[in-house]
């Protein structure tokens, strides 16, 4: 029997919610899809460039774009085994709740003016508090496996995440402290204007809590070097040991995806959300007022082009640190959190409740303005750095340097020392 809604209004109060919630899913677990691919794709490129390696160069052109793509239908055809030691319920649920964890923290995630899911006063521990159930994911894929490797690997992620989830969750108070609210949403909107306006150059606190906030945002993504979850050296593949094909992409789209969820709450907190930092206004909120709706749309497009690219910046961090960093040890690992970021992450706490109290507003506007020119001019200097020495290509490729590299004896090094190059 068809549902009859007596009036407008009550189709809208029961329907629209729906489609809402539908159309929020469909584009954030695309959003979620695509950047795996993008991240894939970066990742090979970052490694190859790091250690003098082109990365894939074949499969969709000159630099590979399709590679990914291709190895995602190889997966799709693999074999799914599961062994026969294994606990066939646990093993089939893991990868699913680990990707679940990590796509559910992305509906308190605005990407713009209005530009989220879902609104929510306590966005910012929904957010941690979502992302923190991926590793029961981690743990159900160790214990249901039947293996030793990667009974070992849930273990140690779970004392790994429990640790180090203590200091993260106190870094984001500080900026929260400061903004006096929980709210993502109107937490960027306190950063708007210019770029010293973001909590990252408010106080000198805020400055060290983001990086102790992102070194424990890399230790939860399990990334190098703090992967000991997986450490291919020490567990053969740790907690996924026994996984392939389909289930195994799983719990590397959940990896990619809780990368991207901290880097989002990272740029929310500290670095200004959706906001250029180059202009003095949103630029919805300015194009809504001449324009209207469209205005605000088209705004809100740069706003979330801004907030993806800021977050993919960080990305970009996360994937330079892991192939510049050797492994920790489990024992370095548990003492990197315990004896040095929860004792700073305390004082942190304990010191921007005095500075809001007692340092005057001259001091801090003396911080923040000197903070972002040294910024600016260390940028500057490093960007000059850069363009003054490109990189030399591997040996016998031509493909991203001006010239090739003057290898040890040949006639080319020769005639380039003699020339002064």
């Known amino acids: 029997m068809p549902v009859v809604f007596s009036d407008t209004s009550e189709w809208s109060t029961m329907v629209l919610p729906v489609l809402w919630a539908l159309l929020s899913a469909f584009f954030l677990l695309g959003f979620v899809l695509v950047s795996a691919i993008f991240f894939v794709w970066l990742e090979r490129k970052v490694s190859g460039r790091i250690q003098d390696r082109l990365g894939p160069t074949r499969v969709g052109g000159k630099f590979g774009w399709l590679q990914t793509v291709a190895d995602g239908v190889k997966l799709l055809c693999k074999e799914d085994s599961i062994p026969a030691a294994a606990d066939h319920f646990l093993f089939r649920l893991a990868p699913y709740l680990a990707l679940c964890g990590s796509f559910v923290a992305f509906v308190a995630l605005p990407f713009g003016n209005g530009v989220v899911a879902r609104d929510m006063g306590v966005a910012v521990f929904f957010m941690l508090a979502v992302l923190s159930s991926e590793v029961f994911g981690v743990i159900m894929a160790g214990y249901g496996s039947g293996s030793k490797w990667s009974l070992f690997g849930g273990i140690r992620e779970a004392a790994q995440v429990v640790s180090y989830e203590v200091p993260r969750t106190i870094c984001v108070l500080i900026p929260v402290i400061?903004?006096?609210t929980l709210n993502l949403t109107e937490i960027v909107n306190q950063q708007n204007g210019f770029f010293w306006n973001w909590y990252i150059f408010h106080d000198p606190l805020n400055f060290i809590a983001f990086w102790v906030f992102f070194i424990c945002g890399t230790s939860s993504c399990k990334r190098a070097p703090f992967d000991l979850a997986e450490a291919?050296?020490?567990l053969v593949a740790g907690f996924h040991t026994e996984y392939s094909g389909f289930r195994w992409l799983l719990f590397f789209m959940a990896e990619y995806g809780s990368m991207a969820a901290v880097c989002g709450i990272a740029v929310s907190l500290f670095m200004g959300g959706w906001h250029t930092g180059i202009l003095p206004f949103d630029p919805a909120l300015k194009l809504g007022e001449?324009?209207?709706?469209?205005?605000m749309i088209l705004g809100n497009l740069v706003n979330v082009?801004?907030?993806?690219?800021?977050?993919?910046?960080?990305?970009?961090?996360m994937m330079w640190v892991r192939w510049t960093l050797p492994r920790l040890r489990i024992d370095q690992v548990m003492m990197v959190c315990l004896k040095y970021l929860l004792p700073i992450s305390c004082f942190l706490l304990v010191m921007i409740g005095v500075w809001q109290l007692m340092i005057p507003d001259i001091v801090s506007m003396v911080w923040k303005y000197g903070s972002a020119a040294a910024t600016v001019i260390l940028t500057a200097v490093w960007l000059i750095n850069v363009w003054r020495k490109p990189s030399l290509s591997p040996p016998g490729v031509t493909g991203w340097a001006t010239r090739p590299p003057a290898l040890p004896g040949s006639s080319a090094g020769k005639e380039q020392a003699v020339a002064g190059v």
């Open 305 to 317: 082009v801004v907030f993806i690219v800021k977050g993919w910046g960080g990305i970009f961090v």
């Open 178 to 180: 400061v903004a006096g």
């Open 232 to 234: 291919e050296s020490e």
């Open 290 to 295: 001449s324009m209207g709706t469209a205005g």
